[in-house]
Protein backbone atom coordinates (compact mmCIF):
# COMPACT_ATOMS: atom_id res chain seq x y z
CA UNK A 1 0.00 0.00 0.00
CA UNK A 2 1.20 3.65 -1.10
CA UNK A 3 2.14 5.63 1.85
CA UNK A 4 0.21 8.27 2.58
CA UNK A 5 2.31 11.78 2.28
CA UNK A 6 2.38 14.87 4.92
CA UNK A 7 2.58 18.27 4.22
CA UNK A 8 5.28 20.40 5.83
CA UNK A 9 5.51 23.75 6.49
CA UNK A 10 8.93 25.28 7.45
CA UNK A 11 8.53 27.72 10.63
CA UNK A 12 11.79 28.59 11.22
CA UNK A 13 11.69 31.98 9.90
CA UNK A 14 8.43 33.34 11.83
CA UNK A 15 7.65 30.79 14.80
CA UNK A 16 11.48 29.70 15.30
CA UNK A 17 12.65 32.87 15.70
CA UNK A 18 9.27 34.00 18.13
CA UNK A 19 10.26 30.88 20.34
CA UNK A 20 13.97 31.23 20.42
CA UNK A 21 15.02 34.53 20.09
CA UNK A 22 12.23 36.99 20.82
CA UNK A 23 11.35 37.41 17.31
CA UNK A 24 14.72 39.44 17.35
CA UNK A 25 16.55 38.79 14.05
CA UNK A 26 17.55 40.89 11.19
CA UNK A 27 16.50 40.27 7.51
CA UNK A 28 19.80 39.79 6.17
CA UNK A 29 20.80 37.18 8.53
CA UNK A 30 18.40 34.18 7.64
CA UNK A 31 17.58 34.76 4.06
CA UNK A 32 20.37 32.49 2.51
CA UNK A 33 18.79 29.89 4.70
CA UNK A 34 15.81 30.78 3.50
CA UNK A 35 17.25 30.51 -0.06
CA UNK A 36 18.91 27.13 0.79
CA UNK A 37 15.49 25.33 1.53
CA UNK A 38 13.96 26.69 -1.66
CA UNK A 39 16.90 25.02 -3.53
CA UNK A 40 16.18 21.93 -1.17
CA UNK A 41 12.57 22.06 -2.74
CA UNK A 42 10.57 23.22 0.04
CA UNK A 43 7.87 25.40 -1.21
CA UNK A 44 5.32 26.28 1.96
CA UNK A 45 7.34 28.68 4.65
CA UNK A 46 5.84 31.04 7.67
CA UNK A 47 7.14 34.22 6.68
CA UNK A 48 5.73 37.17 9.32
CA UNK A 49 3.14 38.08 11.10
CA UNK A 50 2.55 37.46 14.73
CA UNK A 51 5.34 39.08 16.92
CA UNK A 52 7.53 39.30 13.79
CA UNK A 53 5.35 42.15 12.59
CA UNK A 54 6.34 44.44 15.68
CA UNK A 55 9.56 42.59 16.24
CA UNK A 56 11.46 44.39 13.46
CA UNK A 57 10.20 48.00 14.35
CA UNK A 58 10.61 47.15 17.58
CA UNK A 59 14.03 45.81 18.19
CA UNK A 60 15.42 45.71 14.99
CA UNK A 61 15.02 49.10 13.27
CA UNK A 62 13.69 47.05 9.82
CA UNK A 63 10.16 47.28 8.59
CA UNK A 64 8.62 44.15 8.47
CA UNK A 65 7.02 45.29 5.61
CA UNK A 66 10.79 45.31 4.08
CA UNK A 67 11.29 41.98 5.40
CA UNK A 68 7.80 40.15 3.41
CA UNK A 69 8.99 42.24 0.18
CA UNK A 70 11.97 40.35 0.65
CA UNK A 71 11.09 36.75 1.45
CA UNK A 72 9.09 36.78 -1.51
CA UNK A 73 11.58 38.09 -3.99
CA UNK A 74 13.86 35.04 -2.38
CA UNK A 75 11.64 32.25 -3.12
CA UNK A 76 10.40 32.97 -5.82
CA UNK A 77 6.55 33.42 -7.31
CA UNK A 78 5.22 30.19 -6.68
CA UNK A 79 6.11 29.41 -2.95
CA UNK A 80 2.94 29.44 -0.57
CA UNK A 81 4.04 32.57 2.37
CA UNK A 82 2.09 32.45 5.11
CA UNK A 83 1.67 34.54 8.13
CA UNK A 84 -0.07 34.34 11.61
CA UNK A 85 -2.86 36.73 12.29
CA UNK A 86 -4.35 37.00 15.93
CA UNK A 87 -8.49 37.93 14.85
CA UNK A 88 -9.58 40.89 15.80
CA UNK A 89 -6.16 41.51 17.19
CA UNK A 90 -4.84 41.12 13.25
CA UNK A 91 -0.70 41.02 14.28
CA UNK A 92 -0.93 43.84 17.58
CA UNK A 93 -1.78 43.08 21.33
CA UNK A 94 -4.77 45.04 21.18
CA UNK A 95 -7.74 44.75 19.15
CA UNK A 96 -8.49 46.66 16.40
CA UNK A 97 -11.88 48.36 14.40
CA UNK A 98 -12.90 46.97 11.43
CA UNK A 99 -11.41 49.28 8.76
CA UNK A 100 -7.61 48.08 10.01
CA UNK A 101 -9.05 44.30 10.13
CA UNK A 102 -9.29 44.64 6.75
CA UNK A 103 -6.43 46.96 5.85
CA UNK A 104 -4.33 44.37 7.41
CA UNK A 105 -5.28 41.70 4.82
CA UNK A 106 -4.91 44.31 2.00
CA UNK A 107 -1.34 44.92 3.29
CA UNK A 108 -0.33 41.56 3.22
CA UNK A 109 -1.75 40.70 0.11
CA UNK A 110 -0.06 43.61 -1.66
CA UNK A 111 3.53 42.23 0.01
CA UNK A 112 3.04 38.77 -1.41
CA UNK A 113 1.50 37.02 1.29
CA UNK A 114 -0.54 34.24 0.02
CA UNK A 115 -2.16 32.56 3.46
CA UNK A 116 -2.98 33.78 6.51
CA UNK A 117 -3.84 31.49 9.69
CA UNK A 118 -6.01 33.34 11.70
CA UNK A 119 -7.35 32.55 15.49
CA UNK A 120 -8.55 33.40 17.83
CA UNK A 121 -7.08 32.61 21.80
CA UNK A 122 -10.87 32.86 23.35
CA UNK A 123 -12.28 30.41 20.47
CA UNK A 124 -14.76 33.54 20.21
CA UNK A 125 -16.01 32.74 16.73
CA UNK A 126 -17.54 36.22 16.42
CA UNK A 127 -13.70 37.20 16.53
CA UNK A 128 -13.43 35.51 13.09
CA UNK A 129 -15.51 36.57 11.10
CA UNK A 130 -14.30 39.76 9.79
CA UNK A 131 -11.05 38.97 9.46
CA UNK A 132 -11.63 35.90 7.48
CA UNK A 133 -14.10 37.61 5.43
CA UNK A 134 -11.38 40.19 4.87
CA UNK A 135 -8.40 37.67 4.21
CA UNK A 136 -10.67 36.17 1.81
CA UNK A 137 -11.90 39.29 0.26
CA UNK A 138 -8.22 40.27 -0.37
CA UNK A 139 -7.59 36.95 -2.77
CA UNK A 140 -5.36 35.34 0.29
CA UNK A 141 -5.58 31.94 1.69
CA UNK A 142 -7.63 31.69 4.81
CA UNK A 143 -6.58 29.21 7.34
CA UNK A 144 -9.45 29.61 10.33
CA UNK A 145 -8.26 28.01 13.48
CA UNK A 146 -9.41 26.15 16.63
CA UNK A 147 -6.85 27.16 19.46
CA UNK A 148 -5.87 24.42 22.02
CA UNK A 149 -4.23 23.89 25.57
CA UNK A 150 -4.25 21.60 28.43
CA UNK A 151 -6.08 22.89 31.15
CA UNK A 152 -3.95 23.01 34.30
CA UNK A 153 -4.26 19.98 36.66
CA UNK A 154 -7.48 19.65 38.63
CA UNK A 155 -9.27 22.52 36.13
CA UNK A 156 -12.42 21.16 33.55
CA UNK A 157 -14.81 22.90 31.63
CA UNK A 158 -13.33 23.67 28.13
CA UNK A 159 -10.47 22.79 26.27
CA UNK A 160 -11.65 18.89 25.64
CA UNK A 161 -13.00 17.31 22.23
CA UNK A 162 -16.27 18.20 22.50
CA UNK A 163 -15.47 22.02 23.36
CA UNK A 164 -13.26 21.92 19.72
CA UNK A 165 -16.11 20.50 18.03
CA UNK A 166 -18.35 22.88 19.26
CA UNK A 167 -16.17 25.54 18.11
CA UNK A 168 -15.63 23.67 14.88
CA UNK A 169 -19.12 23.70 14.39
CA UNK A 170 -19.86 27.51 15.60
CA UNK A 171 -17.26 28.42 12.66
CA UNK A 172 -19.11 26.30 9.91
CA UNK A 173 -22.41 27.74 11.37
CA UNK A 174 -21.51 31.30 10.98
CA UNK A 175 -20.41 30.60 7.50
CA UNK A 176 -16.30 32.45 7.84
CA UNK A 177 -15.18 31.56 4.40
CA UNK A 178 -12.39 29.48 4.42
CA UNK A 179 -9.59 27.31 2.74
CA UNK A 180 -8.32 25.04 5.44
CA UNK A 181 -8.04 24.51 9.07
CA UNK A 182 -5.44 24.24 11.79
CA UNK A 183 -5.62 22.91 15.04
CA UNK A 184 -3.12 25.19 17.07
CA UNK A 185 -1.93 23.83 20.63
CA UNK A 186 0.98 26.93 21.20
CA UNK A 187 1.84 25.69 24.16
CA UNK A 188 2.29 21.75 23.30
CA UNK A 189 0.81 20.82 26.43
CA UNK A 190 -2.35 19.06 24.98
CA UNK A 191 -2.34 15.17 26.11
CA UNK A 192 -1.35 13.04 22.15
CA UNK A 193 -4.62 11.32 22.66
CA UNK A 194 -6.77 14.40 22.78
CA UNK A 195 -5.25 15.43 19.73
CA UNK A 196 -6.02 12.14 17.90
CA UNK A 197 -9.68 12.40 19.19
CA UNK A 198 -10.18 15.84 18.48
CA UNK A 199 -8.30 15.37 14.18
CA UNK A 200 -10.49 12.28 13.94
CA UNK A 201 -13.63 14.07 14.99
CA UNK A 202 -13.25 17.53 12.80
CA UNK A 203 -12.88 14.81 10.30
CA UNK A 204 -15.95 13.55 10.46
CA UNK A 205 -17.59 16.37 10.14
CA UNK A 206 -15.88 18.86 7.31
CA UNK A 207 -16.03 18.13 3.78
CA UNK A 208 -13.59 15.51 2.91
CA UNK A 209 -11.70 17.36 1.12
CA UNK A 210 -10.46 20.22 3.73
CA UNK A 211 -6.98 20.48 4.82
CA UNK A 212 -5.96 19.79 8.50
CA UNK A 213 -2.94 20.99 10.12
CA UNK A 214 -1.91 20.66 13.26
CA UNK A 215 0.60 22.54 15.06
CA UNK A 216 2.46 22.64 18.38
CA UNK A 217 5.73 23.14 20.19
CA UNK A 218 8.04 20.71 22.17
CA UNK A 219 7.80 22.78 25.33
CA UNK A 220 6.08 20.04 27.21
CA UNK A 221 7.70 17.41 25.98
CA UNK A 222 5.03 15.98 24.25
CA UNK A 223 4.64 17.85 20.23
CA UNK A 224 6.39 15.14 18.49
CA UNK A 225 4.22 12.27 19.94
CA UNK A 226 1.15 14.83 19.14
CA UNK A 227 1.80 15.45 15.55
CA UNK A 228 1.99 11.79 15.18
CA UNK A 229 -1.06 11.10 16.94
CA UNK A 230 -2.24 14.23 14.25
CA UNK A 231 -1.46 12.27 11.03
CA UNK A 232 -2.67 8.80 12.06
CA UNK A 233 -6.31 10.64 12.57
CA UNK A 234 -5.85 12.58 9.86
CA UNK A 235 -3.98 15.44 9.45
CA UNK A 236 -2.60 16.23 6.30
CA UNK A 237 0.26 18.58 7.42
CA UNK A 238 2.16 19.67 10.22
CA UNK A 239 4.28 22.19 10.71
CA UNK A 240 8.23 21.52 11.16
CA UNK A 241 11.20 23.78 12.28
CA UNK A 242 14.95 23.41 11.79
CA UNK A 243 18.08 23.56 14.43
CA UNK A 244 19.10 26.32 15.24
CA UNK A 245 14.98 26.98 16.16
CA UNK A 246 13.45 23.73 16.55
CA UNK A 247 13.06 21.23 19.38
CA UNK A 248 12.50 22.77 23.14
CA UNK A 249 10.26 25.94 22.81
CA UNK A 250 9.97 25.56 18.76
CA UNK A 251 7.70 23.47 16.69
CA UNK A 252 9.93 19.99 16.71
CA UNK A 253 12.84 19.67 14.05
CA UNK A 254 11.34 18.13 10.60
CA UNK A 255 14.50 15.17 10.75
CA UNK A 256 12.56 13.96 14.64
CA UNK A 257 9.25 13.69 12.82
CA UNK A 258 11.14 11.76 10.08
CA UNK A 259 12.93 9.17 12.84
CA UNK A 260 9.64 9.16 14.42
CA UNK A 261 7.87 8.11 11.00
CA UNK A 262 10.41 6.10 10.28
CA UNK A 263 8.42 2.28 9.16
CA UNK A 264 4.82 4.24 9.82
CA UNK A 265 2.20 4.12 6.65
CA UNK A 266 3.54 7.71 5.92
CA UNK A 267 6.40 9.98 4.71
CA UNK A 268 7.13 13.46 4.75
CA UNK A 269 7.37 15.42 1.69
CA UNK A 270 10.79 16.85 1.77
CA UNK A 271 14.09 15.32 1.14
CA UNK A 272 15.53 14.71 4.38
CA UNK A 273 19.03 15.02 3.02
CA UNK A 274 18.81 18.25 1.49
CA UNK A 275 17.05 19.56 4.39
CA UNK A 276 19.66 18.36 7.00
CA UNK A 277 22.32 20.57 4.26
CA UNK A 278 19.85 23.46 4.34
CA UNK A 279 20.17 22.86 8.30
CA UNK A 280 23.74 23.33 8.28
CA UNK A 281 23.47 26.42 6.98
CA UNK A 282 20.60 28.03 8.82
CA UNK A 283 23.13 27.09 11.74
CA UNK A 284 25.55 29.02 10.36
CA UNK A 285 23.43 31.96 9.35
CA UNK A 286 22.59 31.87 13.14
CA UNK A 287 26.12 31.56 14.65
CA UNK A 288 26.17 35.10 16.04
CA UNK A 289 23.39 34.46 17.53
CA UNK A 290 22.61 34.12 21.69
CA UNK A 291 20.47 31.04 22.56
CA UNK A 292 18.70 31.46 25.87
CA UNK A 293 19.24 28.11 28.12
CA UNK A 294 15.17 27.39 28.24
CA UNK A 295 14.60 27.86 24.55
CA UNK A 296 16.70 24.31 24.45
CA UNK A 297 14.62 23.07 27.12
CA UNK A 298 11.71 20.79 27.59
CA UNK A 299 10.12 22.54 30.56
CA UNK A 300 7.97 20.07 33.08
CA UNK A 301 6.41 22.50 34.86
CA UNK A 302 4.77 24.37 31.74
CA UNK A 303 1.24 21.72 32.01
CA UNK A 304 1.17 24.12 35.04
CA UNK A 305 1.09 27.45 33.95
CA UNK A 306 0.71 26.76 30.57
CA UNK A 307 3.11 29.03 29.18
CA UNK A 308 3.79 28.58 25.16
CA UNK A 309 6.79 28.32 23.83
CA UNK A 310 6.45 31.99 21.48
CA UNK A 311 5.49 34.01 24.22
CA UNK A 312 8.26 31.87 26.89
CA UNK A 313 11.56 33.08 25.24
CA UNK A 314 9.46 36.40 24.57
CA UNK A 315 9.42 36.90 28.20
CA UNK A 316 12.35 35.95 29.40
CA UNK A 317 14.51 38.12 26.57
CA UNK A 318 12.31 41.22 28.16
CA UNK A 319 12.93 40.18 31.55
CA UNK A 320 16.47 39.88 31.02
CA UNK A 321 16.26 43.47 28.80
CA UNK A 322 14.85 44.68 32.26
CA UNK A 323 17.57 42.77 34.65
CA UNK A 324 14.08 41.06 36.05
CA UNK A 325 15.35 37.02 35.24
CA UNK A 326 15.35 36.58 38.93
CA UNK A 327 11.51 36.88 38.76
CA UNK A 328 11.03 34.06 36.07
CA UNK A 329 10.01 31.70 38.41
CA UNK A 330 8.17 32.94 40.27
CA UNK A 331 6.04 34.43 37.42
CA UNK A 332 5.40 31.11 35.95
CA UNK A 333 4.34 29.90 39.42
CA UNK A 334 1.57 32.81 39.86
CA UNK A 335 0.75 32.43 36.21
CA UNK A 336 -0.93 28.83 37.47
CA UNK A 337 -3.29 30.57 38.72
CA UNK A 338 -4.29 33.72 36.75
CA UNK A 339 -4.84 30.59 34.46
CA UNK A 340 -6.95 28.91 36.63
CA UNK A 341 -9.85 32.10 37.36
CA UNK A 342 -9.66 33.72 33.74
CA UNK A 343 -12.11 31.52 32.13
CA UNK A 344 -9.74 29.55 29.93
CA UNK A 345 -8.96 31.60 26.88
CA UNK A 346 -6.16 29.50 25.28
CA UNK A 347 -2.86 30.25 26.10
CA UNK A 348 -1.34 31.85 22.68
CA UNK A 349 -0.42 35.67 22.10
CA UNK A 350 -2.73 38.10 23.15
CA UNK A 351 -4.00 35.94 25.87
CA UNK A 352 -0.95 34.39 26.75
CA UNK A 353 1.01 37.56 27.27
CA UNK A 354 -2.28 38.78 29.58
CA UNK A 355 -1.67 36.08 31.90
CA UNK A 356 2.00 36.09 32.06
CA UNK A 357 1.51 40.09 32.64
CA UNK A 358 -0.72 39.55 35.24
CA UNK A 359 1.23 36.79 36.89
CA UNK A 360 4.26 39.50 36.50
CA UNK A 361 2.39 41.89 38.28
CA UNK A 362 0.72 39.71 41.09
CA UNK A 363 4.35 39.16 41.80
CA UNK A 364 6.13 42.68 41.95
CA UNK A 365 3.04 44.39 43.27
CA UNK A 366 1.23 41.58 45.18
CA UNK A 367 -1.16 39.21 43.87
CA UNK A 368 -4.56 40.95 42.55
CA UNK A 369 -2.89 44.53 43.56
CA UNK A 370 -2.61 45.39 39.68
CA UNK A 371 -4.49 43.86 36.48
CA UNK A 372 -2.99 44.57 33.74
CA UNK A 373 -4.86 46.32 30.85
CA UNK A 374 -4.73 43.19 28.79
CA UNK A 375 -6.33 40.43 31.41
CA UNK A 376 -8.56 42.58 33.51
CA UNK A 377 -9.84 44.01 29.76
CA UNK A 378 -10.06 39.97 28.95
CA UNK A 379 -12.09 38.87 32.03
CA UNK A 380 -14.47 41.86 31.30
CA UNK A 381 -15.47 40.63 28.11
CA UNK A 382 -13.65 43.58 26.27
CA UNK A 383 -11.99 40.73 24.07
CA UNK A 384 -15.12 38.82 23.32
CA UNK A 385 -16.34 35.54 25.50
CA UNK A 386 -13.77 33.01 27.43
CA UNK A 387 -15.07 29.94 27.19
CA UNK A 388 -16.01 29.51 30.57
CA UNK A 389 -16.66 32.65 33.24
CA UNK A 390 -13.74 34.11 35.05
CA UNK A 391 -14.17 33.97 38.53
CA UNK A 392 -16.48 36.83 39.63
CA UNK A 393 -14.55 37.84 42.46
CA UNK A 394 -11.66 38.52 39.85
CA UNK A 395 -14.50 40.43 37.24
CA UNK A 396 -15.86 42.50 40.32
CA UNK A 397 -12.17 43.78 41.31
CA UNK A 398 -11.16 44.17 37.83
CA UNK A 399 -13.87 46.33 37.43
CA UNK A 400 -13.54 48.40 40.79
CA UNK A 401 -9.31 48.98 40.25
CA UNK A 402 -9.94 49.46 36.55
CA UNK A 403 -13.13 51.76 36.47
CA UNK A 404 -14.60 49.44 33.76
CA UNK A 405 -18.02 48.07 33.25
CA UNK A 406 -17.97 43.93 32.24
CA UNK A 407 -19.58 44.27 29.19
CA UNK A 408 -21.03 41.50 26.27
CA UNK A 409 -21.21 43.72 23.51
CA UNK A 410 -19.27 42.77 20.65
CA UNK A 411 -15.38 43.87 20.79
CA UNK A 412 -15.57 44.46 16.96
CA UNK A 413 -18.57 47.07 17.31
CA UNK A 414 -16.50 48.93 20.49
CA UNK A 415 -13.48 49.57 18.51
CA UNK A 416 -15.51 50.76 15.78
CA UNK A 417 -17.12 53.72 18.13
CA UNK A 418 -13.52 54.07 19.64
CA UNK A 419 -12.35 57.33 18.43
CA UNK A 420 -8.67 56.50 19.43
CA UNK A 421 -9.03 53.29 17.41
CA UNK A 422 -9.13 53.08 13.41
CA UNK A 423 -7.81 54.66 10.28
CA UNK A 424 -8.90 57.78 10.88
CA UNK A 425 -7.30 57.75 14.75
CA UNK A 426 -3.79 56.26 12.92
CA UNK A 427 -3.84 59.26 10.73
CA UNK A 428 -4.37 61.46 13.13
CA UNK A 429 -1.23 59.89 15.34
CA UNK A 430 0.77 60.59 11.97
CA UNK A 431 -0.06 64.16 11.70
CA UNK A 432 0.97 65.00 15.37
CA UNK A 433 4.41 63.68 14.73
CA UNK A 434 4.85 65.68 11.84
CA UNK A 435 4.27 63.03 9.30
CA UNK A 436 2.58 63.50 6.42
CA UNK A 437 2.45 60.56 4.29
CA UNK A 438 -0.87 58.59 4.79
CA UNK A 439 0.04 55.33 2.88
CA UNK A 440 -1.69 52.29 3.78
CA UNK A 441 1.45 51.03 5.14
CA UNK A 442 2.69 54.25 7.60
CA UNK A 443 -0.98 53.87 8.81
CA UNK A 444 -1.50 50.24 9.59
CA UNK A 445 1.91 50.99 11.17
CA UNK A 446 0.97 53.64 13.61
CA UNK A 447 -1.79 51.56 14.63
CA UNK A 448 -0.55 48.22 15.07
CA UNK A 449 2.72 49.49 16.57
CA UNK A 450 1.28 52.86 18.47
CA UNK A 451 4.67 55.55 19.78
CA UNK A 452 7.56 52.81 18.42
CA UNK A 453 5.87 52.38 14.91
CA UNK A 454 5.96 56.44 15.23
CA UNK A 455 9.24 56.51 16.25
CA UNK A 456 10.44 53.97 13.63
CA UNK A 457 9.11 56.35 10.66
CA UNK A 458 10.79 59.40 12.08
CA UNK A 459 14.19 57.79 12.10
CA UNK A 460 14.04 57.88 15.71
CA UNK A 461 14.59 53.66 16.45
CA UNK A 462 17.58 52.14 17.31
CA UNK A 463 18.63 48.81 17.56
CA UNK A 464 17.84 47.12 20.68
CA UNK A 465 17.48 43.84 22.47
CA UNK A 466 19.10 41.71 19.43
CA UNK A 467 20.69 39.14 21.30
CA UNK A 468 23.80 38.93 18.90
CA UNK A 469 27.50 38.23 20.36
CA UNK A 470 28.84 40.49 18.24
CA UNK A 471 26.51 43.37 19.73
CA UNK A 472 27.10 42.47 23.42
CA UNK A 473 29.67 45.30 24.82
CA UNK A 474 32.81 44.40 24.81
CA UNK A 475 34.72 43.78 28.55
CA UNK A 476 36.60 47.34 28.86
CA UNK A 477 39.98 47.11 31.06
CA UNK A 478 39.52 48.91 34.39
CA UNK A 479 40.60 52.64 34.64
CA UNK A 480 41.91 54.64 37.26
CA UNK A 481 38.71 56.43 38.98
CA UNK A 482 38.02 60.04 36.72
CA UNK A 483 39.74 58.92 33.33
CA UNK A 484 38.56 57.00 30.55
CA UNK A 485 37.26 53.56 30.72
CA UNK A 486 34.61 51.16 31.67
CA UNK A 487 33.20 51.84 35.86
CA UNK A 488 30.22 49.99 37.64
CA UNK A 489 29.30 53.15 39.58
CA UNK A 490 26.90 52.36 42.94
CA UNK A 491 24.60 54.75 43.57
CA UNK A 492 21.99 54.52 46.88
CA UNK A 493 23.23 50.20 46.27
CA UNK A 494 22.33 50.62 43.02
CA UNK A 495 24.65 49.56 40.63
CA UNK A 496 24.93 51.48 37.07
CA UNK A 497 27.42 50.05 34.16
CA UNK A 498 28.83 53.40 32.95
CA UNK A 499 32.04 54.00 30.10
CA UNK A 500 33.63 57.29 29.50
CA UNK A 501 35.30 58.02 26.66
CA UNK A 502 36.56 61.42 26.44
CA UNK A 503 33.12 64.05 26.70
CA UNK A 504 30.93 60.56 26.44
CA UNK A 505 29.78 57.91 28.84
CA UNK A 506 27.72 55.48 28.23
CA UNK A 507 24.96 54.58 30.84
CA UNK A 508 23.28 50.73 30.84
CA UNK A 509 23.87 51.33 26.85
CA UNK A 510 22.72 54.98 26.45
CA UNK A 511 25.03 57.80 25.50
CA UNK A 512 25.19 60.93 27.21
CA UNK A 513 27.25 64.07 26.85
CA UNK A 514 29.18 64.81 29.80
CA UNK A 515 31.79 67.57 30.87
CA UNK A 516 33.79 67.52 33.67
CA UNK A 517 35.46 70.37 35.28
CA UNK A 518 37.10 70.72 38.88
CA UNK A 519 34.92 71.83 41.77
CA UNK A 520 31.15 72.09 42.25
CA UNK A 521 28.62 74.04 40.36
CA UNK A 522 25.08 73.22 41.08
CA UNK A 523 22.69 73.38 38.26
CA UNK A 524 18.75 72.55 38.72
CA UNK A 525 18.62 69.82 35.74
CA UNK A 526 19.73 66.35 35.72
CA UNK A 527 19.27 65.94 39.36
CA UNK A 528 16.85 65.00 41.51
CA UNK A 529 16.80 68.10 43.75
CA UNK A 530 16.08 67.46 47.81
CA UNK A 531 15.70 71.34 48.62
CA UNK A 532 13.68 71.04 51.72
CA UNK A 533 12.99 68.02 54.46
CA UNK A 534 9.59 67.52 52.46
CA UNK A 535 10.52 66.64 49.63
CA UNK A 536 9.43 63.68 47.84
CA UNK A 537 10.87 61.67 45.52
CA UNK A 538 9.21 59.95 42.47
CA UNK A 539 10.58 56.24 42.85
CA UNK A 540 10.46 53.64 39.55
CA UNK A 541 8.03 51.38 40.17
CA UNK A 542 10.00 48.31 38.22
CA UNK A 543 13.27 48.05 35.68
CA UNK A 544 11.53 49.73 33.25
CA UNK A 545 12.56 52.15 29.89
CA UNK A 546 11.03 55.34 30.32
CA UNK A 547 8.17 55.98 27.56
CA UNK A 548 6.95 59.44 28.24
CA UNK A 549 7.49 62.34 30.70
CA UNK A 550 4.53 64.47 30.66
CA UNK A 551 6.19 67.08 33.56
CA UNK A 552 8.11 70.00 33.71
CA UNK A 553 9.94 71.19 36.34
CA UNK A 554 8.20 73.73 38.03
CA UNK A 555 4.83 72.27 37.23
CA UNK A 556 2.04 71.87 39.75
CA UNK A 557 1.09 68.70 40.08
CA UNK A 558 -2.09 67.43 42.38
CA UNK A 559 -1.83 64.05 43.94
CA UNK A 560 -2.49 61.30 41.85
CA UNK A 561 -1.71 62.98 38.44
CA UNK A 562 0.39 61.39 36.28
CA UNK A 563 3.87 62.56 35.77
CA UNK A 564 5.51 59.60 33.83
CA UNK A 565 4.93 56.20 31.65
CA UNK A 566 7.05 53.85 31.95
CA UNK A 567 7.50 50.53 29.67
CA UNK A 568 8.42 46.84 31.06
CA UNK A 569 7.02 43.78 29.53
CA UNK A 570 4.88 44.87 26.85
CA UNK A 571 3.42 46.91 29.71
CA UNK A 572 2.67 50.70 29.92
CA UNK A 573 2.63 51.77 33.44
CA UNK A 574 1.71 55.02 34.84
CA UNK A 575 3.63 57.04 37.35
CA UNK A 576 1.82 59.05 39.90
CA UNK A 577 1.99 61.21 41.77
CA UNK A 578 1.99 60.48 45.57
CA UNK A 579 1.41 63.96 46.76
CA UNK A 580 0.04 67.25 45.83
CA UNK A 581 3.02 69.68 44.99
CA UNK A 582 5.45 71.49 42.59
CA UNK A 583 8.23 69.38 40.55
CA UNK A 584 11.52 70.90 41.84
CA UNK A 585 13.76 68.46 39.67
CA UNK A 586 13.37 65.75 36.92
CA UNK A 587 16.49 62.91 36.55
CA UNK A 588 14.96 61.33 33.61
CA UNK A 589 14.26 61.60 29.73
CA UNK A 590 12.05 59.56 27.44
CA UNK A 591 14.28 56.95 26.15
CA UNK A 592 15.93 55.98 29.50
CA UNK A 593 16.74 52.75 31.09
CA UNK A 594 15.81 53.08 34.69
CA UNK A 595 16.04 50.55 37.61
CA UNK A 596 13.27 49.74 40.24
CA UNK A 597 13.12 52.54 43.11
CA UNK A 598 15.22 54.68 41.21
CA UNK A 599 14.07 58.42 41.81
CA UNK A 600 12.65 59.94 38.55
CA UNK A 601 11.70 63.30 40.09
CA UNK A 602 10.94 65.03 43.10
CA UNK A 603 8.04 67.08 44.55
CA UNK A 604 8.43 69.97 46.93
Same mark, same amino acid.
Given at each position: ????????????????????????????????????????????????????????????????????????????????????????????????????????????????????????????????????????????????????????????????????????????????????????????????????????????????????????????????????????????????????????????????????????????????????????????????????????????????????????????????????????????????????????????????????????????????????????????????????????????????????????? +??? #????????????? *?? !? @??? $???????????????????????????????????????????????????????????????????????????????????????????????????????????????????????? +??? #????????????? *?? !? @??? $???????????????????????????????
Amino acid at each position: MAKKTIHIMNTAFRDGFQSVYGARVFTKDFMPAVKVCCEAGQTHFEAGGGARFQAPFFYCNESAFDMMDTFRETVGPDADLQTLARGINVVSLDSQSRDIIDLHAKMFKKHGMTTIRNFDALNDVNNLIDSGKSIMKHGLNHEVVVTMMELPPGCSGAHDVEFYMKTLQDILDAKIPFTSVCFKDASGTSAPKKVYETIKAARKILPGDTKIAFHSHETAGVATMGYVAAIKAGADQVDCSLAPASGGTCQPDVATLWHALRGEDYELDVDIDKMMEAANVFKECMEDYIIPPEALAVEPMIPWSPMPGGALTANTQMMRDNNLMDKYEDCIKAMGEVVRRGGFATSVTPVSQFYFQQAFNNVMFGPWEKFAEGYGKMILGYFGKTPCEPDPELVELASEKMGLEPTTA +NPV #DLNDADPDKGVDA *AK !K @MLD $EAGISDHCDENVFIASCCKQKGIDFLLGKAVVNGVRKKSLMPKEEKAAAPGGDGGYTVSVNGKKFAVEVKGDTATINGKSYDIGIQDGVETSGTGTVAHESADSVEVPAPMNAKVIKVLV +NAG #DHVNEGDVLFIVE *AM !K @MEV $EVKASVTGTISSIAVEAGAQVTSGEALASIN
